[in-house]
Each structure stands twice: as C-alpha cells, then as structure tokens.
C-alpha cells in the first residue's frame, strides 16, 4: 500500500488542522493505521492510531482530548483532526499502516510497515 499524508500547514496556537492519509489500493480496510509525529532532533512518536475497523482507537497522552482519527475506507482515507493546537505540537506528520497486527491498534513504530511521505504542521504562539 502506498500512503500520501497532506494537510499540514501554519496555524496559530488554539487553532485546527485536518491532516489526511489516502491509500492506494483496494484492501485498505485491512490495515490498521497510525500517525506519527517528529521534531527536530527528537524521535519520531507515536501520536494517534486506529483499527482496521475504526472501531478502536489510541492516543497519546499528549494529545487525549484535542486530537481525533477517523477513517473513511469506502474513501481509502485516515484523517486526523487537531484542535487546540499548542506550539510543541509542531512537527512533521507521518501516517503508517500495517496489514499484520498482533493488536487491533499498533502503537509503536517499529510494528508499521509503510509509511507517508509526511506532512509539516507548525504551530506558531
């Protein structure tokens, strides 16, 4: 599957951002997907991630309450939506997908298989 991730863009602090992750094929509903995120000179981290169904759902505490994934596999698309967007929330953007899961959610990085381009997002105070 190959993943295209867009949205990202200049906001101010307490805005909003819909970032989007479209796949190519057609077994999209297969895989369970997660986004990412990485700053300079930090390690890329685990942001949201979602099941293949939708049905689960996982976040990081950094972001529980201001953040939401959704997906649309009749549209092969995983959204993310970021509201109340703080500064150390800049970063570049990533999603991942994995067809293979021992959990119905992945959280860590090392358990994806493909990977977008990534999107930047900055968020200026």
């Known amino acids: 599957v190959q993943l295209q991730a867009s949205g990202g863009g200049l906001v101010q602090a307490g805005g909003s951002l819909r970032l989007s992750c479209a796949a190519s094929?057609?077994?999209?509903?297969?895989?369970?997907v997660g986004w990412f995120r990485q700053a300079p000179g930090k390690e890329r981290e685990s942001v949201a991630a979602i099941s293949r169904t939708g049905g689960s759902t996982y976040y990081a505490d950094s972001v529980k309450g201001r953040f939401t994934i959704s997906r649309d596999n009749a549209r092969n698309t995983v959204y993310l939506r970021m509201n109340s967007l703080k500064p150390e929330d800049t970063a570049v953007y990533y999603c991942a997908a994995v067809a293979a899961v021992t959990t119905p959610v992945p959280k860590h990085k090392y358990e994806y298989d493909y990977w977008g381009q990534g999107t930047q997002v900055t968020v200026s105070s």
């Open positions: 094929g057609r077994t999209f509903s297969s895989y369970a």
